[in-house]
Structures are given as structure tokens and as C-alpha cells.
């Protein structure tokens, strides 16, 4: 088997073979960057870094991954480039392949991503849509690999929004693992119902549980992970604001929400988190709502069962495990 020149768009595109192949070389290179030992094997390789929308982790991930790589990344973003005003997607993209050895973009629909790796002809990754986020997904596993000895068999509890892209796809990733995976929310956030079927049949192959709960004490029992994320994605407006902190406050991940899971779970979020009063957003919503967090406490976010940083380590390792496995021939 081998990932050279495949794209990376969705997990459902992904079989478990291919996960676990990401998760061997994201450990080898992981243990490389750790040993200080160099590994620029991707020398005279570039890639285009497509942003229609802000990012901390994953911007930073592919650009020190490409560097330790010997890559040279180049940055877009919408303002200063012609990309969707001027240039269509097709058209852009036809460009990019004749220049870059890869692209990754982070925006809007599924289908953008999918057009860029269709047109362009190099591999193209996903580094978030409004359906999913895979690259997350693998930093994610790589996580739960570390802390449990192995993902199979471990059962994720997701509180929030299950129906975007990080619900999305921690389903179809669990599924695909062999992992059990809980959505607890109210109905109308479940994950869209022909996903939902989707992994249904691939459970059936790979032994997973799926359940979807709107009770808050019952979602986290015997979780091994419990998963939140932002209430209100990138891109989506203002006024769904009020809804959502209506809707799910009751899905905050609490002390007592971690205490309903097993006592060595772990708390995950994929960040940037709503926790305290330090950030921009978070003071609006104080003073227009009087939240002073939202999605999880500041206590379970900085408490002992919390493994948000290494699991935002893991963007980095992981990525640069795409870039490697899709960009490198395979060895003779
Ligand atoms: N988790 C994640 O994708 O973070 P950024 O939005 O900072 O890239
Ligand atoms: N659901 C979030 C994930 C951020 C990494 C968003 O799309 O904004």
C-alpha cells in the first residue's frame, strides 16, 4: 500500500490501513523532530498554503512541518490574492499545479477542496471545510494512541455542535478505528442522518458502537475521551450565537461530565477553546450574555485530564506525516 501522490480530503476517502500508516510515520517523525535529528527529505518540494479562513494551529503546523521537510511553503489568503474575485477555483487551481508538488486549503465548502485536487493534479489536502477536518482527526488519534496505548476498541464522547466538520469527521474517524463514538446534543445537532448511515455500514465491518444521546449525564459514561468544540465555527453569523448558548449549554464539559467517564479519561478539544475571559470573543459574550465560558470549564480545561496541548503538538507531527507519506516516492 501506498499514499504517494493521494490527496487528503475526508476521512471517509481514508481506509484504517491508511490511517494507521499516517500514525506509523507521524510517530517516526515525531521521535525525528524530538531527537533534533534532520529529516528535510522533501528538499526542492513547494507547496501552496490556501487560508479563506483564520487558523493558529494548522497554518503554523504546515509551515514548520514544510520547513523541517526542506519544502518551501508559500501563504494565500483571499485579500491578496486573486483567488474566488478573479480567478475561479478550476482556474486557480490549474495554475497552482504547474507551480507547486502540493496545495492545502482551509475555507468554505467540501466541494472547493475537492475541485483544487481535481484540477490542480497534485496532491491537495484538507485543512478544514465546513463538513470536515481531517488533518485535526489524525493529530487527534495520534493522541489517544499515546495515551491508551492503542485507539481501537476506546469510546469518544462528543459534546456540542456534532453536526460540522469536527463532529463529522471524529464519527467517521472513530468508526474507521474501530472506536466507539457518542454524540451528545440536542437531536437537531447529530451529525447529518445519511453520514450517520455511512458509518453505520462501516461500523458493521469494524465492530464500533455509535450512539447519539441528548442526555448529558449519560454521554461521557465509560468514555475514555471526552471531546468538545467551539459552539459557533468560522465563518457562520453573529446571530446564531444566542441559539446556540441556549441549545447547548447544557453540553458545557464540566467536572461532573468527566466524572461520569472512566477515571483515566482525557479531555480533548481541537482549539481554540472558550474556557476563560481572555480572548476577544469570550468578553463580548460575557458582557451580551453573562457566560463567562462556554463549551468546556476553565477547571476541566486546564485539569489533569486534560491533554489539549500535546494534542495540538500533534497538528504538526501529523501533517507533516501527509506531506511525507503523499510526497515522497516510496523507497526502493
Ligand atoms: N484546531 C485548529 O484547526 O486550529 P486552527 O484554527 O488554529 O488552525
Ligand atoms: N468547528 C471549528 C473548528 C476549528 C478548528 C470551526 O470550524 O471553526
Not at 528535510?40 to 507547496?47: P, Q, W, Y
Not at 463580548?284 to 450574555?289: A, L, N, R, T
Request: aromatic share 10%.
Amino acid at each position: 500500500m501506498s499514499l504517494y501522490k493521494k490527496n487528503f480530503l475526508k476521512m471517509l476517502d481514508l481506509s484504517k490501513e491508511d490511517i494507521l500508516e499516517y500514525l506509523k510515520t507521524a510517530a517516526f517523525l515525531k521521535e525525528k523532530k524530538h531527537k533534533g535529528e534532520a529529516h528535510d527529505v522533501l528538499r526542492g518540494k513547494n507547496i501552496a498554503l490556501i487560508f479563506e479562513k483564520t487558523s493558529t494551529r494548522t497554518r503554523c503546523s504546515f509551515e514548520v512541518a514544510a520547513a523541517d521537510l526542506g519544502m518551501h511553503p508559500v501563504y494565500l489568503d483571499p485579500k491578496s490574492s486573486q483567488i474566488g474575485k478573479k480567478e475561479s477555483i478550476a482556474d486557480t487551481a490549474k495554475v497552482l499545479g504547474r507551480m507547486f508538488d502540493a496545495i492545502e486549503y482551509r475555507g468554505y465548502g467540501q466541494e472547493i477542496v475537492e475541485a483544487l485536487a481535481t484540477y490542480s493534479g497534485v496532491p491537495t489536502y484538507n485543512g478544514l471545510t465546513n463538513e470536515s477536518h481531517p488533518t485535526q482527526i489524525l493529530a487527534d488519534l495520534l493522541t489517544i494512541q499515546e495515551k491508551f496505548g492503542t485507539v481501537e476498541g476506546k469510546t469518544l464522547a462528543y459534546y456540542g455542535d456534532a453536526r460540522y466538520n469536527m463532529g463529522n469527521s471524529l464519527m467517521v474517524g472513530a468508526v474507521k478505528m474501530g472506536m466507539n463514538f457518542t454524540a451528545c446534543c440536542p437531536q437537531k445537532y447529530f451529525p447529518d442522518a445519511s453520514l450517520i448511515e455511512k458509518c453505520r455500514e462501516i461500523a458493521k465491518e469494524t465492530g464500533s458502537v455509535l450512539t447519539f444521546t441528548e442526555d448529558p449525564n449519560e454521554g461521557s459514561k465509560n468514555a475514555d475521551v471526552v471531546y468538545t468544540d467551539v459552539w459557533v465555527s468560522m465563518g457562520e453569523p453573529a446571530e446564531v450565537w444566542e441559539t446556540r448558548i441556549r441549545d447547548l449549554s447544557p453540553y458545557k464539559v464540566t467536572a461532573a461530565v468527566m466524572k461520569n467517564a472512566k477515571p483515566n479519561a482525557v479531555f480533548m478539544h481541537c482549539l481554540p477553546a472558550f474556557h476563560d475571559l481572555e480572548t476577544e470573543v469570550s468578553k463580548e459574550i460575557y458582557e451580551k450574555f453573562g457566560l463567562t465560558d462556554m463549551e468546556v470549564t476553565d477547571e476541566v480545561f486546564l485539569g489533569k485530564q486534560s491533554v489539549v496541548f500535546d494534542e495540538a503538538e500533534n497538528r504538526m507531527h501529523t501533517i507533516k506525516a501527509v506531506m511525507y507519506a503523499t510526497l515522497l516516492p516510496p523507497q526502493k
